[in-house]
């Protein structure tokens, strides 16, 4: 069973960072590529960093109920496609999608029991440097960015856990922290419980053991 964790944050929180570094250490961790009608910016590749598709097929995509979950943002349409879970279970990964507000809304909805984690910066002022410092967008631009980045964080109730992204490290290992304590809910561990009941000779019953 795949556990699938849904990580949203405003443009410039430093997300994907996080993300790179947890996944580099964590072999059963997949990620889920997005599909989108923007172009590509800069270094990007075609299926390594979003499947780039018109806005014609992403449009008949949608048609045929493709999308776990999809919105459009700035005039882009972006949206995860059912073979990325599909492809993480068959290997028996969890999946991590990168997604916005709106589709973390679609997708807790389709699939109740994912875990869903809001990154944000400490501030609005580290914000804008963090902004600014990628050196990708117009004044214009990142003044859209910073006005979104206000609603976004409005919505981060929504979310299972809420992660500050002040320094990287400590953010890091924050997040891996909630990825091992989604591992160990009772319902990802039954299989390993089982066997462990089976040497006391007991099986599972339907009815919890009194606490002390």
Known sequence: MSTVFIISAPSG???STLVKKVMAEDPRL????????????????????????????????????????????FGNFYGTHQSELDRAQAAGKDLVLDIDVQG????????????????????????????????????????????????????YRGYHYVLINDQVEPSVERLRAIITAERLKQDRMREHVLPILETFGAGETDQAPEQD
């Open 13 to 15: 929180s430093g997300k």
């Open 30 to 73: 997949a990620f889920s590529i997005s599909y989108t009608t923007r172009a590509p910016r800069g270094a990007e590749r075609d299926g390594e960093h979003y499947h780039f598709i018109s806005r014609d097929e992403f449009l008949a995509r949608i048609g045929r109920q493709e999308f776990l979950e999809w919105a459009e943002v």
């Open 104 to 155: 973390a809304r679609q997708l807790r909805e389709r699939i109740p029991r994912a875990a869903s984690i809001f990154i944000l910066p400490p501030s609005r002022h580290i914000l804008e440097q963090r902004l600014r410092a990628r050196s990708e967008d117009s004044d214009e631009v990142i003044e859209r960015r910073l006005r979104a980045a206000a609603a976004e964080i409005r919505n």
